[in-house]
Structure formats: C-alpha cells, structure tokens
C-alpha cells in the first residue's frame, strides 16, 4: 500500500463509503480504485487526486497532504545512481534487496533517518 492510498482508504472508512460507492462517485471502476489503494497502480494523475479531494471535500492542509502523498506514492519507483558516489549505488541496491524484510519500525526509522540527514546536506 501506498502512502497516497493509505490515506485515501482511511478517508472513506471514517466516512462508512465503500469502495464500490466512491468508485461511483469518481466515475472509476472499484476495480481502479482498489489497485490505487493497494499501491497496484502508479501515482494517480493530478486531476484524479484534484476529484479526491472535492469528492472528500477536504480543504487547506488537507488537500495539500494528498497531493504531497500523491506525489510520493509510486510504488514501482527507478533510482538512478550514474555519476554518484559508489555508495549512493551501493545504497540503493541495499534497499532494493533488504527492504521487504523491514519492518514498519525499522522503515519508520529509516525514514526519519534519512529526512535529518538529508536535511542536514541541504546546507
């Protein structure tokens, strides 16, 4: 599952809407909307998020962390390391191979890692 359809699937369950009555509502099948929730698809194109977020009704901050989690959720992602360092590469294969064996913790983790030390680089 995506970060994207995470939140999507937690908006329709609060709201008590089946996956068959919002896939209605967006003029998509249940079928589509399913695979964007489980991450089966790629990232949804902005104007499917922009009919989310009205078919939400969500506003401000809201709206604006769907289409920030909408542009984070492809799930079948390339990373180009060609003219890093070594261990960029070396990184990114570590990931590719290790990452399935991870748990939400150590992922948590990792993440948070990674946004500091990235941050920190920025300067």
Same mark, same amino acid.
């Given at each position: 599952?995506?970060?994207?359809?995470?939140?999507?699937?937690?908006?329709?369950?609060?709201?008590?809407?089946?996956?068959? @009555?919002?896939?209605?509502?967006?003029?998509?099948? @249940? @079928?589509?909307?399913? @695979?964007? !929730?489980?991450?089966? %698809?790629?990232?949804?194109?902005?104007?499917?998020?922009?009919?989310?977020?009205?078919?939400?009704?969500?506003?401000?901050?809201?709206?604006? !962390?769907?289409? %920030?989690?909408? !542009?984070?959720?492809?799930?079948?992602?390339?990373?180009?390391?060609?003219?890093?360092?070594?261990?960029?590469?070396?990184?990114?294969?570590?990931?590719?191979?290790?990452?399935?064996?991870?748990?939400?913790?150590?992922? !948590?983790?990792?993440?948070?890692?990674?946004?500091?030390?990235?941050?920190?680089?920025?300067?």
């Amino acid at each position: 599952m995506t970060p994207f359809g995470a939140k999507v699937r937690s908006l329709r369950q609060q709201r008590g809407e089946t996956l068959k @009555a919002m896939a209605e509502a967006l003029d998509v099948s @249940a @079928a589509y909307l399913s @695979a964007l !929730e489980h991450g089966k %698809r790629g990232v949804p194109t902005w104007y499917m998020v922009q009919r989310i977020i009205a078919h939400f009704n969500v506003i401000w901050d809201d709206a604006e !962390e769907l289409q %920030r989690l909408a !542009e984070i959720s492809d799930p079948r992602i390339t990373i180009d390391t060609s003219g890093l360092d070594p261990t960029a590469t070396e990184l990114a294969n570590l990931l590719s191979v290790k990452i399935r064996g991870l748990s939400r913790k150590s992922l !948590e983790e990792l993440t948070l890692k990674l946004r500091s030390v990235a941050a920190r680089d920025r300067v």
